[in-house]
């Protein structure tokens, strides 16, 4: 078994009740973390909702960057109920369970530690009628807003320092609002196997 294999779920990923179930069950099963990120859409504007991270990012990334609402998947919790969690307390906007569907499966072996083999990451792909005003909190959240995707336009933004608007938008950020953006279109699942941007460029659809 490669490397990755095993970070695969074993069948079909469109309705949300597997795919929280599986991502569950490679949990168990290898003992990798799980995080969940969404991508709230405006059904009207057809606008995303983003937050940008607060100070503690600087270090790391080389300052503020924009992103989709998510986190860490708690072990007493499901990954769509946790990434909801996530959004309601980094925005204040809420999404419903029966607006939510399962994006992306992202495979992230090279983030382990000597604690866990890797990562699953979950994108989701949320649906609301209107742009609530976006309420956060910092230090942890210091701006949220709704913006137009473009893929050309976000991709001639810088991924470090600060500046224009949006800036710094990191690359996979990027690619994985891509995904969930066209899964509005499609009962498919994206499963990705590296999250790089490097990689996503080369292979950016299915295993």
């Known amino acids: 078994m490669s490397s990755y294999e095993k970070f695969l779920p074993a069948g079909e990923l469109r309705h949300l009740l597997e795919f929280d ?9 290898i003992g990798c973390k799980l995080g969940a990120f969404v991508a709230t859409v405006c059904s009207t504007t057809d606008r995303v909702l983003l937050v940008q991270l607060g ?3 600087i270090r790391k990334i080389g300052g503020n960057p924009w992103t989709l609402p998510g986190g860490s998947v708690d072990y007493d919790e499901s990954p769509s109920n946790a990434v909801l969690r996530e959004l309601r307390e980094e925005t204040s906007v809420q999404v419903s369970k029966r607006d939510l569907f399962p994006a992306a499966w992202i495979i992230r072996p090279y983030a382990g530690t000597s604690e866990n083999p890797g990562e699953i990451t979950l994108v989701y792909l949320g649906l609301v009628s209107d742009e609530k005003k976006p309420v956060f909190y910092p230090p942890e959240i210091i701006g949220a807003d709704w913006f137009e995707f473009d ?4 991709l001639s933004v810088r991924s470090t320092g600060q500046g224009a608007r949006l800036q710094p938008l990191r690359r996979h950020w990027i690619y994985w609002t891509d995904i969930a953006m066209k ?11 590296y999250a790089e941007p490097k990689d996503m460029q080369l292979a950016p659809n299915l295993v």
């Open 21 to 29: 179930q599986q991502a569950l069950d490679r949990q168990a099963a």
């Open 55 to 57: 100070d503690y990012a």
């Open 151 to 154: 893929l050309k336009n976000w």
């Open 183 to 193: 899964r509005r279109h499609t009962d498919t699942v994206s499963r990705v196997l």
